[in-house]
């Protein structure tokens, strides 16, 4: 299993901008996918964004020319950066990574956006 550890969120106002970071314990080379879900009370947990081992991304149509992904791997970090923030992207944000097909989770950082 891979330990994850997010940082970054926090209370922004709405057009703003944060940028989550998901640093891993093992070096992410070895890692296939990683990405970013978020979920809010009641709700099922959404994928916001997805890169893959050789860099390919994927991301929630609500999302799209809004937020970035990247990943650093001499750095073992994921990083999701997030413009133009809307009150309805208010939500925890969870990083994961898929490592021989076992799905790590990281504890969320919870991310809110004010009107």
């Known amino acids: 299993q891979v330990q994850l550890v997010e940082s970054g969120g926090g209370l922004v106002q709405a057009g703003g901008s944060l940028r989550l970071s998901c640093a891993a314990s093992?070096?992410?080379?070895?890692?296939?996918?990683m990405g970013w879900y978020r979920q809010t009370p009641g709700k099922q947990r959404e994928l916001v964004a997805a890169i893959t081992s050789g860099g390919s991304t994927n991301y929630a149509d609500s999302v799209k020319g809004r937020f970035t992904i990247s990943r650093d791997n001499a750095r073992n970090t994921v990083y999701l950066q997030m413009n133009s923030l809307k009150p309805e992207d208010t939500a925890v944000y969870y990083c994961y990574a898929d490592r021989n097909l076992i799905r790590s989770w990281g504890q969320g950082t919870q991310v809110t956006v004010s009107s």
């Open positions: 093992r070096i992410i080379n070895s890692i296939n996918d």
